[in-house]
């Protein structure tokens, strides 16, 4: 299970840092927490929040989150890949989704949901305003 969990409400910079840990259980009862999963960087992504995992064709792991850099920039859904989904990697260029130019999700995009369905990867996510006017639908390419 991966998880967001505030480690300082001011991390420095104004921004808090909120990261994404990793815990794992082998009933679903009792689970054992093994700490800081993503990798944070103060000033480019520490706010951390709703991690949504997939599973990709090399049998490892994308994570899709948002995060803000602590620079006053608003939510942007981050990307972040690994081998055993426990160790990862940023990969924050890699996300497949950036603001539009303008319009209802041209100033933020946050809390990402990813899902494949019928062998199409989907993106179900919130647009500016953390959502006050819908969400929107990303339809990824297949590679």
């Known amino acids: 299970m991966w998880y967001g969990t505030t480690l300082s409400w001011d991390a420095g910079n104004g921004e808090m840092l909120h990261v994404i840990n990793f815990a794992s259980s082998a009933e679903g009862q009792h689970w054992t927490r093994e700490g800081l999963a993503v990798p944070f960087e103060l000033g480019k992504a520490q706010a951390f929040s709703r991690p949504t995992v997939a599973r990709d064709a090399q049998g490892g792991y994308q994570m899709w989150f948002s995060y803000r850099s602590g620079t006053g920039e608003k939510y942007r859904i981050g990307h972040a890949v690994s081998k055993d989904g426990k160790a990862w990697t940023l990969a924050l260029n890699e996300a497949g989704i950036d603001v539009s130019a303008n319009g209802w999700d041209s ?8 899902f494949d369905h019928k062998d ?21 390419a297949n590679d």
Not at 107 to 114: A, N
Not at 120 to 140: A, D, H, I, W
């Open 107 to 114: 100033e933020m995009i946050e809390y990402p949901l990813v």
């Open 120 to 140: 199409q990867r989907y993106m179900l996510y919130n647009g500016s305003g953390y959502g006050k006017t819908g969400f929107g639908l990303e339809v990824f």
